[in-house]
């Protein structure tokens, strides 16, 4: 009954939202092709319930910049005064409303990681899967990016343990407070979370920029 409570509840609230937001929505897409181009959103191959891969849609916040061999330039290079802003007020994850109604996704949940971090989990970390992902998290309002992985994983388990409506309903208060304070965006001096390389023999992570 509880998850039956959860999913009607992202339903209505990602519907409405879209509907509601569509003015600012519109607004942010042209922003974001007067300044970084096309394409708009940003799409990338994520795993879900159980692992299970699903793209998740977003605002493009980086420009495409590479070395002379090809490969993307680092975040903190790619990512322009704009992205940052962009960032900062979370503005470039209300696609993933989208993700949400259609059912990839919830409004509250561990946030989805990237696909080469599934084989890295031990089953403590992998259990962060026994639900949907989600825009905003129990992780989300205790540090974001700001934390560490050990802690992360920590929390999204926490999470998965206690999840209730009235708990969603208080990560999603904190959210919209940690927006507005911007709280948590960076990890340290860098752009993004450092890479998740799983663990080594003492337990510990090994970190480096991603």
Request: proline share 7%.
């Amino acid at each position: 009954m509880n998850m039956l409570i959860k999913r009607l509840f992202d339903i209505a609230a990602s519907a409405a939202g879209l509907i509601v937001l569509s003015p600012v929505l519109l607004v942010l897409a042209y922003l974001i092709r007067k300044n970084l181009g096309s394409p708009v959103f940003f799409t990338q191959e994520r795993p879900g319930k159980d692992g299970k891969p699903f793209k998740m849609i977003k605002f493009r916040s980086m420009r495409d910049a590479v070395d002379a061999n090809g490969n993307p330039l680092p975040d903190s290079e790619r990512l322009t005064p704009f992205g940052r802003k962009l960032r900062a007020t979370s503005l470039d994850e209300l696609p993933e409303l989208w993700n949400v109604l259609k059912g990839d996704m919830s409004l509250v949940g561990p946030r989805p990681l990237l696909m080469k971090y599934l084989p890295l989990y031990n089953e403590f970390q992998y259990r962060r899967h026994e639900m949907k992902p989600g825009i905003t998290g129990w992780a989300q309002v205790n540090g974001r990016n700001a934390i560490s992985w050990d802690d992360k994983f920590a929390y999204d388990v926490w999470y998965i343990d206690n999840q209730s409506f009235w708990l969603d309903i208080k990560i999603l208060m904190l959210t919209v407070k940690k927006v507005f304070v911007r709280e948590g965006i960076n990890a340290g001096e860098d752009v993004t979370m450092p890479t998740f390389k799983g663990n080594n023999p003492t337990g510990d992570n090994d970190h480096d920029n991603q």
